[in-house]
């Protein structure tokens, strides 16, 4: 342990959004400036996990002042050495600006991104290094854990969480406590416990995150979970195209057992655990817990069906408890700090916060936590500082390629898992796509189906042909093929395909199509009836540009910006445009002098 | 690990670098760091304040700031405990850092000969 007491910490992301965006020569580059200036005793540098403000990264904080850098590349660092940390002087430029207002905010808490979030799992994720153990403890980590083994009673930590109203967070929403209850009921003389971070949701990556940011909270998560239902041996099973969450996640796993946390007799206690770390191909059917059994168990990722659930008969056979990564990053706070101070945050059916992965055409990016019960009106543009270029915002798909679209109404919509339902959408892991008045919502439905179309297993008749009819239907419409009946037909095959699919996969696939068809019917009908795409998104419905060519003055301009050369002509003659080549995608028009381009 | 006591132990052990990111308050001590402070000595006055404050094992948190136009009387530094008023000293040595850590940081007693201004915020 380095005895050295720092005068400054400079906090640099090293989440996966912020390394993409450079944060690694960052570090490099600060180590080496601080060396120049004969600093590096003074100031310490400290790897974080996600900020979750991946928009602005990469991101570094300093420390005592707590003032916040967004978007600091390489050539920054030596203004900051020299100015904040030599002569304490801010480097305003470097400050985040409001969106809204211009204001520039120095301090972190202050940012409206942050200001309206309360976190409870992702806490510690950019606060401490993930990589070190000590920091963990240093904020009160392994108490939870240590609560639970030596002052605690099982089935008393089984009724601590029933108390708390903690629900599962990969999406289905099942009360947490209730799952462990019926895993420590069946009497087996070997259990397992198994955390799901085969995160499959284009656009979500909370559990990313919570590894890559703060392992050790997921570690501790479990140990209270096999200690409860009485298992001895447990399973991170994570995707392989997470290899940071996987390097820190076995650091971390190593740390513990240097430090007796994990392996035998922890705090004394006679409690064994053992932990493995599985690497899961990328198939999306994998994320539904009886196919995860299956790859666990090296066998074809394909769901079985249920009864027997997996607390009576799981992995190899045995009763096994299976959550979610952001569920078992809720569990230490709960132990510590008592139901009651957890079931006080959100909403009477949903306890708790939740995180949210805020992607698509949105000004913050990034990953945020609310309490349940917050509207999406307050996510979207109080913290999500509203849409990006100012456009008109036109629906929210939440819960991933198995939730729905919901449109403007449904702003002020308290978001919990049951208001989310009664919507026609879900929770899902906590995705959350903005669209903007330029998305067109049969489109959309169409990518979302063709994802669960192609990850979809094979194994069930309804979703292995199903979801591929829809799609067939799908397609022709955006191709300006859309027959009269489609839309009852998508219905009719939608309803089918969720009443008789196996697995959750195919039971929300159609979930996308029925809610855009539920909210934008009439999209629907103007794709059909009119070859029309009123969001003008579909290029096969989109008319060619055709020059006037008494106005054209022969300046070439639109010739320029063409980017697949269908316009010909000579200077100061007359150009025109191959409709045959033209892909209507409207470049030319804006650049024309004389206003002489237009849809033909 | 084989207690809670232990457990809280190693968290003792472990916990004060971490404080560094507590936004709390407690005292702040502000050095100087203009290039009139950096001239006159800034940085030694620094290195003490952070030896002292280590060997001690006081809870402070200790920042820079930029010229603040007394140059003539660098180094400076500001001494802020909490819900009291900011009180300068200038033209400080390295062992005058001791005698205002030991006199007015930890016992509260204001070292009055060193003073040069006092500001209520």
Redesign the interface.
Known sequence: ??ET?????V?VCTGTGCVSSGAKDLKTTLEKELTAKDMSG?V?IVETGCHGFCEKGPIMII????VFYCEVNEKDVKEIVDEH?????TVERLLFKEPMTEEQIPSY?DIDFYKKQQRISLKNCG??DPESI??Y????G??AA??AL??MEPQEIIDELKESGLRGRGGGGFPTGLKWQFARNTESDKKYVICNADEGDPGAFMDRSLLEGDPHGIIEGMMIAAYAIGADEAYVYVRAEYPLAITRLEKAIQDAEE???LGEN???SGFNFKLHIKEGAGAFVCGEETALMNSIEGKRGMPKPRPPYPSVSGLWGKPTNINNVETFANVPYIIKEGAEAFSSIGTESSAGTKVFALTGKINNTGLVEVPMGTTLREVIFEIGGGLDKNKKFKAVQTGGPSGGCLPEEYLNLPIDYDSLLDAGTMMGSGGMVVMDEDSCMVDVARFFLNFTQSESCGKCTPCREGTKRMLEILNRITEGEGREGDIELLEELGDHIKSTSLCGLGKSAPNPVLSTITHFRKEYEAHINHQNCPAGACQDLLSTYVIAAEDCIGCGKCAKVCPVDAISGEIKGVFAIDEDVCIACGACEPVCPVDAISQG | MKSLAELKELRDKVKKDMKKRDQGTRPEIIVGMGTCGIAAGAREILKAILEEVETRDIDVRVTQTGCIGMCEKEPLIDVRMPGKERITYGNLSTSDVKEIISKHVINGNVVQELVIARHSE
Do not use: C, W
Request: no cysteine.
């Open positions: 342990m380095n007491i720092y005068r400054s910490h906090l003074e310490k420390y005592p002042e707590g940390l030599l002569k304490g002087r808490q606060h401490i000590d920091e403890i240093a904020v009160g392994y108490e240590g609560k030596t002052l430090y007796g946390l922890i705090f004394d």
